[in-house]
């Protein structure tokens, strides 16, 4: 059973906000942070969830992964919780220390549990999917988390077909998904003042020209002749090829 948190304040100092719109947006975002603590401590974690991703809509503090990750995990929600972890300590500062401790700790111990896959993909803001889930689009913000067995991962980008690979990853384990590129498209054909350039007429065949049988038969009458002479001479031998003043969730 999941283990209830206790809110502990930080004071950490907050980005200025240039405009009026931008501050009310914060301070909606700190009023969403504190009920979502209250309600984590209370044990409704959906709510608590709901609260903290409204504050990161409103406000996009990294910081907020922290408190996301620890509600992901107390809902049995692994694979979501690492991400989270994965994307606060991308951009923890050292002034985070405590918490990224902490969030290193938890994510270490879920790597543990989870497989582990990462996505290479030579076209950018293509939709990743697993197992008809999109996870984000190309390139991803974090490494996909999945319990172990059977997956199947899908990138769909525009004007390319659809790529799909089965991945098995075993707890602990991490796995590289690599997009091949498309081979290169055909030459275009060179234009003048931007108008396509008329197509190359096409030749006549050697054999419908007129000196072409003008040569054969005095080659076939010089030939002949050349043959009944050597024959006569031969015999038969002729042969023809900014940042919230945050309320955290104490693990």
Known sequence: ?????????????????????????????????????????????????????????????????????????????????????????????????????????????????????????PVRDAAVAVDGRVVGRTPLEHRIYLRPGRHRVTVDAPERPRFVRAVDPAAGV???VSVPALPAPPPVASTVDGAQAPPRPRSTPIYRRWWFWTIVGAVVVGGTVGAVVAARSAGDSWMPSGELTLRWSKP
Do not use: W
């Open 1 to 121: 059973m999941a283990t209830r948190v206790s809110a502990v304040v930080l004071a950490l100092t907050l980005a200025a906000v240039p405009c009026a719109r931008g501050e009310t947006n914060r301070e909606q975002a700190a009023a969403l942070l504190r009920e979502g603590v209250r309600l984590h401590d209370r044990g409704d974690y959906p709510s608590a969830l709901e609260a903290y991703v409204r504050a990161q809509r409103l406000y996009a503090s990294y910081k907020l992964h922290y408190n996301i990750g620890l509600t992901l995990e107390a809902m049995g929600r692994l694979e979501e919780a690492a991400a989270r972890f994965e994307l606060f300590l991308k951009h923890a500062s050292a002034t985070d220390a405590e918490r990224t401790e902490s969030a290193r700790g938890k994510l270490q111990a879920l790597v543990s549990r989870l497989g582990v896959v990462t996505v290479r993909c």
């Open 174 to 176: 991490t796995l590289e």
